[in-house]
């Protein structure tokens, strides 16, 4: 069976930027591709595959970015008070101002500052006396610890030797006297119950009168008697003594001991515990007359600083600059109340500028420092200026947005201010590489891997590919086809 193949072919690729809108964006030309036709002469209905053959022509990439106007250089005029929060605009400059360095530009009312400040130096002169008192206090009180405690350690002493005493002298001498008072009060029994019996022996022999020797051992008698009674009585006071009397007072001296530590004890944490809190009252004194000191000091400072002087010249602007973005730039007037610490306003130099943009992360890798491009400024109609990215930060601010600072390289128009916002526009790609139309390279993951039909022989074979960059409807290989190859148009 004899097959013949016949073409036709058309192809034209031009590729132009334009501004469109008034922001730059490429401008699509016309691709005449390649259409083949595949028939068979003796089967005319065999299914025709439409094909484009890969050519190397030249692509270019733009990459556009959002920029704003900022001054290279800024100083910011802030409300840096220590102390003092009332604070109430008595006079302002205007903004958009060119002021000189050492202008003023704010004034505050200082009435109520200044009734502060004399009632901080009432409180100091309080605080001076108050120390005076503690310092006099703390000394006196030192000596009154010192005689204190000699006295406490005094009186401990004395209770321990009475207690050595008592125990090592009095108690052996006590039981010693017990013996001895039972042995004498026996010797007075013995010596009346001799002597009764002498008299009797006496009387006896000497043959004495009835009545005499009567009267005689009688008192005798007595005396015997008496002396029993007497020897009782010591027997049963001395039993007491040694069995209650004697314990009790014991007793007595070892609690009295023991109180005596106690006391002892206790005068000592007592003595400390005043020394502490004397020397906390000696240090409530110092802070206070420390911080007596620093109010005053801070007001006093804060009274220099109610007239805001511009650090250098240049344009005024209310609020703080953020990469080139004002914030908190409202008008402010006579009367106003304003925060003790924050920009109240900024001045710029106008005369040296630049442009700030951000750069998401998907297009980072396409910007590099030195890419030169143009900047449409809108508020001028298509004016436009020259500029080269002067750095693109390594790490992202926030949200997968890296920051990028714009040199401007060509002539800035009159009257453009930062804050303005501008249309920025660079050439990321450009070279002459072999490219196929978008919509015959296809993809099953997402866009991770690529592949193509590639025509081997006259039958369209699954290739793999790897793609580069892409524009207007064509897409870069980078791998996996050559000039001349050819790929089906849709997918097999």
Same mark, same amino acid.
């Given at each position: 069976?004899?097959?013949?193949?016949?073409?036709?072919?058309?192809?034209?690729?031009?590729?132009?930027?334009?501004?469109?809108?008034?922001? +730059?964006?490429?401008?699509?030309?016309?691709?005449?591709?390649?259409?083949?036709?595949?028939?068979?002469?003796?089967? @005319?209905?065999?299914?025709?595959?439409?094909?484009?053959?890969?050519?190397? #022509? $030249?692509?270019?990439?733009?990459?556009?970015?959002?920029?704003?106007?900022?001054?290279?250089?800024?100083?910011?005029?802030?409300?840096?008070?220590?102390?003092?929060?009332?604070?109430?605009?008595?006079? !302002?400059?205007?903004?958009?101002?060119?002021?000189?360095d050492g202008d003023v530009l704010v004034e505050f009312e200082v009435e109520d500052l200044d009734e502060a400040i004399r009632d901080a130096r009432f409180e100091l002169i309080a605080a001076e006396l108050d120390m005076q008192e503690t310092v006099l206090k703390r000394q006196q009180q030192e000596k009154i610890w010192e005689m204190d405690k000699v006295a406490a350690e005094r009186d401990w002493a004395q209770a321990q030797e009475?207690?050595?005493?008592?125990?090592?002298? @009095?108690?052996?001498? *006590?039981?010693?006297?017990? @013996?001895?008072?039972?042995?004498?009060?026996?010797?007075?029994?013995? &010596?009346?119950?001799?002597?009764?019996?002498?008299?009797?022996?006496?009387?006896?022999?000497?043959?004495?009168?009835?009545?005499?020797?009567?009267?005689?051992?009688?008192?005798?008698?007595?005396?015997?008697?008496?002396?029993?009674?007497?020897?009782?009585? *010591?027997? @049963?006071?001395?039993?007491?003594?040694?069995?209650?009397?004697? $314990?009790?007072?014991?007793?007595? #001296? #070892?609690?009295?001991?023991?109180?005596?530590? +106690?006391?002892?004890?206790?005068?000592?944490?007592?003595?400390?515990?005043?020394?502490?809190?004397?020397?906390?009252?000696?240090?409530?004194?110092e802070i206070a007359l420390k911080e007596a000191q620093e109010k005053l000091a801070d007001l006093e400072a804060d009274r220099e600083g109610m007239s805001l002087t511009a650090p250098a010249a240049g344009m005024l602007f209310y609020g703080s600059c953020d990469r080139g973005e004002w914030s908190d730039n409202d008008p402010v007037e006579e009367g106003d109340s304003m925060s003790s610490d924050s920009v109240v306003m900024t001045?710029?130099? %106008?005369?040296?500028?630049?442009?700030? %943009?951000?750069?998401?992360?998907?297009?980072?890798?396409?910007?590099?420092?030195?890419?030169?491009?143009?900047?449409?400024?809108?508020?001028?109609?298509?004016?436009?200026?020259?500029?080269?990215?002067?750095?693109?930060? %390594?790490? $992202?601010?926030?949200? /997968?947005?890296?920051?990028?600072?714009?040199?401007?390289? /060509?002539?800035?128009?009159?009257?453009?201010?930062?804050?303005?916002?501008?249309?920025?526009?660079?050439?990321?790609?450009? %070279?002459?590489?072999?490219?196929?139309?978008?919509?015959?390279?296809?993809?099953?993951?997402?866009?991770?891997?690529? &592949?193509? &039909? #590639?025509?081997?022989?006259?039958?369209?074979?699954?290739?793999?590919?790897?793609?580069?960059?892409?524009?207007?409807?064509?897409?870069? !290989?980078?791998?996996?086809?050559?000039? /001349?190859?050819?790929?089906?148009?849709?997918?097999?």
């Open positions: 069976m004899k097959r013949s193949i016949s073409f036709i072919l058309m192809m034209t690729f031009v590729m132009t930027p334009a501004f469109i809108s008034g922001s +730059m964006a490429p401008n699509p030309g016309n691709i005449l591709l390649p259409t083949i036709r595949v028939t068979n002469q003796d089967d @005319e209905d065999e299914e025709e595959i439409e094909t484009v053959e890969a050519e190397v #022509k $030249p692509i270019k990439v733009y990459q556009t970015l959002d920029g704003v106007f900022e001054a290279a250089t800024t100083h910011e005029v802030e409300t840096d008070f220590e102390s003092w929060s009332d604070l109430e605009v008595s006079s !302002i400059v205007e903004q958009g101002m060119n002021v000189s009475d207690n050595d005493y008592y125990w090592q002298v @009095e108690v052996p001498q *006590r039981d010693k006297d017990l @013996e001895f008072d039972m042995e004498t009060a026996g010797y007075s029994l013995e &010596y009346a119950k001799d002597e009764l019996d002498q008299l009797l022996q006496m009387y006896t022999e000497d043959e004495l009168t009835e009545e005499s020797e009567e009267i005689v051992l009688k008192r005798a008698r007595r005396d015997v008697a008496r002396s029993e009674w007497f020897f009782e009585l *010591r027997k @049963e006071d001395l039993r007491r003594r040694q069995e209650v009397i004697n $314990p009790r007072q014991d007793v007595v #001296k #070892k609690e009295d001991f023991e109180r005596a530590q +106690m006391a002892h004890d206790r005068a000592m944490v007592e003595l400390e515990g005043s020394m502490q809190r004397m020397d906390i009252e000696f240090q409530r004194a001045i710029v130099d %106008a005369s040296s500028m630049q442009i700030r %943009a951000s750069v998401d992360e998907d297009s980072v890798s396409m910007i590099n420092d030195n890419m030169t491009g143009l900047a449409l400024i809108p508020a001028f109609g298509r004016e436009k200026v020259g500029v080269s990215v002067s750095s693109v930060s %390594a790490i $992202p601010m926030s949200d /997968g947005n890296y920051d990028c600072v714009i040199e401007i390289t /060509g002539d800035i128009p009159e009257g453009v201010i930062p804050g303005m916002s501008c249309k920025l526009s660079f050439v990321a790609y450009a %070279a002459d590489v072999v490219v196929v139309p978008e919509d015959s390279v296809f993809s099953d993951d997402g866009g991770i891997t690529h &592949y193509v &039909y #590639k025509m081997v022989g006259g039958n369209p074979a699954w290739e793999r590919v790897e793609i580069g960059h892409s524009s207007d409807g064509m897409v870069e !290989i980078v791998d996996g086809l050559s000039a /001349g190859d050819e790929i089906t148009v849709e997918k097999q």
